[in-house]
Every structure is written in structure tokens, then in C-alpha cells.
């Protein structure tokens, strides 16, 4: 070996900087980290000292999820500010992985709450509400986003999901979170929505914050409701309707604004039509 440096085995550089000997080898063949030294007898490779600190560096980036082909430039040059530029530009990278992972832990957290809210009252018989599923409480407001318009030849047993989809899909866009159940309102009479062909339907979901900017955005609730459980399919939801309008007449409530269904637990959420949780929201005073 040449004289006056420290050289190291493959096999003592491995083990110091924890890199597999099959990494090294790799480093070796496409240039990036070549031996000092290699015995021409037996191919055997050393590197030297500064070459083990070269593989930390090294190591260091590519934990940072750089591509070799930026670290091999970094390392070659040997400039600060080419390192530097290549951490920014990943840590901005790791930026968006990080928003994106939270946004898909809050939705699937959303998801679980709501599916151990609708558990809870499958398993408690509905007993935070009355013996006829039905209650009166005050409806918070909610910031949403929502889309309203008429809806030819409607028929309440489709639940309008296309229109669901339009609405996830404008929260995406704007790139909101979603923080509660998907909600109708039928901007019509009580109950016309179940006879007649055409329909003023609005739908909307309540997002995290307030966008006051956007024309699609609106705040929800900041009244008194009639509220009542429909649990099992949506197309004997009818009942549902009748039985709260009739218990809020002889409460000596009124109907003042229009009909919404909350969708506790939809057709999106599971595809079991008997545990599909529905809350109707009756506004009254």
C-alpha cells in the first residue's frame, strides 16, 4: 500500500459506517464512492480516511431520500451550495409527503369516528335519543362547502352520489379536509322531495376552515332542530320523515326552513344497506 495514509478494508468500512458490503460494491461500479486503493493481485478494495467521512456524507443525504445521482454530484463538487440546494428542494418534497400523510390520517380518523359513532348507536339502541328515535338540540355551525341546484326526475333511494363526487372532488381542489358527514337539504316543501319529479337539492360537507373566498362556501346549522334517526336503507327514509313531522306537530313545534339527512354512516362509507345511519334535521322554532 502507499505509504504515509490509513487505508481500510471493505469489510472494516462496512462495519464503521453500518453501508453493506454489496452497497459499497455498488458505490465502486457506478462511480460514486471508488477505492483509493485496489491490490492488483487480488482486486481486494481500501479506501482511505477521508473517503469514510466522503460515505457519511453520503449516508446522510440518502436518508434524506436524495437521489444518488444528486449526492454523486454533491460529492463531487464539493460545494456547500450545491448541497444546499438539493436539501431545500427535498425538504419541500418532504413537505407535500408530510401534508399528504396528514390528510390521509385525518380521513381516515373521520372515517373511524363516524363508523364508532354509528357502532355506538346500533349498540345502544338509539338511547341518547327518545323511544321514537327522535330529539330536539341545536345544530352547530359548520363551515362547508356545497353545490345546489335542481335535480331532474329525482329520486330520493339514488342518495344523488355523483353529486357526492363532484363535492369530495371540489374539496380536493381546493385542497380542504373534510371534518364531517356528507348532508342534503331540500330546498322544498316538507316531504315534496319523495312525490315530485324535479327537486331543489342542495349538498354539502363541512371542511376545516373558513373560505369565505370560494362561492362554493357557505356555513351550515346555528338553529334548533326536530332530529331523527333512520337506520337501514334510504328508500323507507319516507318514514323517518313522516314520523318526526308528526312528533314535532303535536310537540307544538313548527317547520321553519328546509329539510336536511345527514349520512352518519352512507353508502360510501360501507355497502351493508342495515347499518346505514341517517340523521333528519328538521329546523323548527
Given amino acids: 500500500m502507499p505509504d504515509g495514509k490509513n487505508y481500510y478494508s471493505i469489510g472494516k468500512v462496512s462495519t464503521l459506517s453500518n453501508v453493506p458490503i454489496k452497497t459499497l460494491r455498488y458505490y465502486d461500479k457506478i462511480g460514486l464512492l471508488v477505492p483509493e486503493y485496489r491490490k492488483s493481485d487480488s482486486n481486494y478494495r481500501y479506501y482511505a480516511q477521508n473517503q469514510i467521512l466522503t460515505l457519511f456524507i453520503i449516508r446522510k443525504l440518502k436518508h434524506l431520500g436524495i437521489p444518488l445521482k444528486n449526492i454523486n454530484q454533491i460529492v463531487s463538487q464539493k460545494d456547500a451550495a450545491t448541497m444546499g440546494t438539493c436539501i431545500t428542494e427535498r425538504l419541500f418534497e418532504i413537505s407535500k409527503m408530510i401534508e399528504s ?3 390521509q390520517y385525518a380521513e381516515g380518523q373521520l372515517l373511524l369516528d363516524r363508523l364508532e359513532k354509528g357502532h355506538n348507536i346500533l349498540e345502544t339502541g338509539q338511547s341518547i335519543w327518545s323511544t321514537e328515535g327522535i330529539r330536539v338540540e341545536e345544530i352547530p355551525v359548520r363551515n362547508v362547502l356545497f353545490t345546489r341546484r335542481i335535480k331532474r326526475n329525482y329520486k330520493n333511494s339514488d342518495v344523488s352520489v355523483e353529486r ?3 363535492l369530495f372532488e371540489m374539496v380536493s381542489q381546493h385542497n380542504l379536509r373534510m371534518v364531517g358527514s356528507v348532508i342534503l337539504t331540500y330546498h322544498n ?66 317547520v321553519v326552513g328546509p329539510i336536511s339527512e345527514e ?23
Fill in 164 to 166: 357526492w363526487f363532484e
Fill in 101 to 103: 400523510l396528514n390528510n
Fill in 189 to 254: 316543501n316538507p316531504l315534496e322531495q319523495f312525490f315530485k319529479t324535479d327537486c331543489d337539492l342542495e349538498i354539502c360537507i363541512p371542511i376545516d376552515e373558513l373560505r369565505e373566498d370560494l362561492p362554493d362556501f357557505k356555513q351550515y346549522g346555528g338553529f334548533k332542530a326536530v332530529t331523527a334517526l333512520h337506520i337501514g336503507r334510504n328508500d323507507e327514509i319516507i318514514q323517518t320523515h313522516i314520523k318526526a313531522i308528526k312528533w314535532l306537530n303535536q310537540q307544538g313545534y313548527k
Fill in 263 to 285: 349520512y352518519i354512516i352512507s353508502p360510501v362509507d360501507i355497502n351493508n344497506e342495515e347499518n346505514h345511519i341517517t340523521k333528519v334535521i328538521i329546523p323548527i322554532n
